[in-house]
């Protein structure tokens, strides 16, 4: 068995671990101007960093002087591992942005980015409240395709985009459950119109 590459993505663990810890105090300091009171302060530093590319894809590592034998994306083996390719262009995130547009009765846009989502781009919606659920949802996305690129590199688990697109439903609900107005959120409607709950149109709690 050829131990280099085992220990080469070791090694990137362990170092992606120690950066994690030494950069986690000043990122909470500086990720407080973003926040999203309805997701966990971990997703809430991913997106942070996400988005100041301080994410150790495949490219930024190079960049560094870290070669890891590749640079290919190692979810698709298609293109350059960029932050922006984890998230939106690899096949695997697109098929989960399908999911949760289809999900949430949206639009799917082109060229999917950051500011595009949080932008709104696909949605039509005006109720604050759903506007900000739909906001936690986007950054769980992004957090769990994240977790699952993690996943296929360090432990050769491919779980597939309807198991990951599943856990980002029962997430999302569980932590916005725990941050909401408990008895005006239920499970079923979250499963099955999530834009309609509170919404306009809505009832006291449930959909309209
Ligand atoms: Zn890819």
Redesign the pocket.
Known sequence: MDLEPVLTWWLLKEFTHIIDQANLLSDVMACETSTNKLVLINVMIFIWRARRKRIPVLIELDKRGIYMGSTQ?P?????L?SID??LF????AKDIWVRIFNWWGAILPPNLSFERLLDGAGQTISSPMTKDRWKAVIWIACYYIWHHRNEVVFNNINKGAAVVSNEIQIKSYEWIYNRSNKSCFDWLPWLSSPQAIGGPNANRCGIG
């Not at 979810?75 to 293109?79: G, H, S, T």
């Not at 262009?89 to 695997?92: R, T």
Request: hydrophobic content about 30%; aromatic content about 16%.
């Open positions: 994306s979810v698709c083996d298609d293109y591992e390719h984890v262009l690899c096949s695997f």
